[in-house]
T-cell receptor, first 117, second 111 residues
Framework: ETGVTQTPRHLVMGMTNKKSLKCEQHLGHNAMYWYKQSAKKPLELMFVYNFKEQTENNSVPSRFSPECPNSSHLFLHLHTLQPEDSALYLC????????????????FGPGTRLTVL | GQNIDQPTEMTATEGAIVQINCTYQTSGFNGLFWYQQHAGEAPTFLSYNVLDGLEEKGRFSSFLSRSKGYSYLLLKELQMKDSASYLCAVNYGGSQGNLIFGKGTKLSVKP
């Protein structure tokens, strides 16, 4: 148990559906991240939130829409996805280095396996 | 551009020592992380290097040379449970952990 939970663990959706992925961290961290992990490709950083403010959007298509209502919760809203969006979506959290930590390793959730038909 | 290279796959024998290399070219450098990821599971943190030299943590050690853009992860006394993917990641800047990951090295440990 890493202290980061994600729901659902598996999701199958059509290209016209709208769904949301949820992430919750119980570690008291102030930064949260969304990553995409596809087969034979490196983990790709999608979004970064620090103190609930989005600080990075790594050129992600607008069909992915993040939401961070507080520093413990992170959502990824999905709409009109494409089959190539099928991947493992990982959420992570960390403590920002300005908080005085020596290094800020990220703690990952188990991921949501998304299949777009 | 940003680039991290590591071997795609490696095989080693139980009880042996294996070294997984990682080279990087990034716009900035604020530390290098190694993560372990078992199939179907989340990546878990193994080590962090920001200064040159060797960091040892039990059976695992990690080395960094910033001038060469090079790191390695050394695993000693290999066990079957060490079969996993090992991800090299560089924090390329900012106070938060903006990481760029390599594709990972899939290590298979055989009896």
């Amino acid at each position: 148990e890493t202290g980061v939970t994600q729901t659902p663990r598996h999701l199958v959706m059509g290209m016209t559906n709208k769904k949301s992925l949820k992430c919750e961290q119980h570690l008291g961290h102030n930064a949260m991240y969304w990553y995409k992990q596809s087969a034979k490709k490196p983990l790709e950083l999608m979004f970064v939130y620090n103190f609930k403010e989005q600080t990075e959007n790594n050129s992600v298509p607008s069909r992915f829409s993040p939401e961070c209502p507080n520093s413990s919760h992170l959502f990824l809203h999905l709409h009109t996805l494409q089959p190539e969006d099928s991947a493992l979506y990982l959420c992570a959290s960390s403590q920002d280095r300005t908080s005085g930590v020596t290094y800020n390793e990220q703690f990952f959730g188990p991921g949501t396996r998304l299949t777009v038909l | 551009g940003q680039n991290i290279d590591q071997p795609t796959e490696m095989t080693a024998t139980e009880g042996a020592i294996v070294q997984i290399n990682c080279t990087y070219q990034t716009s900035g450098f604020n530390g290098l992380f190694w993560y372990q990821q078992h199939a179907g599971e989340a990546p878990t943190f193994l080590s962090y290097n920001v200064l040159d030299g060797l960091e040892e943590k039990g059976r695992f050690s990690s080395f960094l040379s910033r001038s060469k853009g090079y790191s390695y992860l050394l695993l000693k006394e290999l066990q079957m449970k060490d079969s996993a993917s090992y991800l090299c990641a560089v924090n390329y800047g900012g106070s938060q952990g903006n990481l760029i990951f390599g594709k990972g090295t899939k290590l298979s440990v055989k009896p």
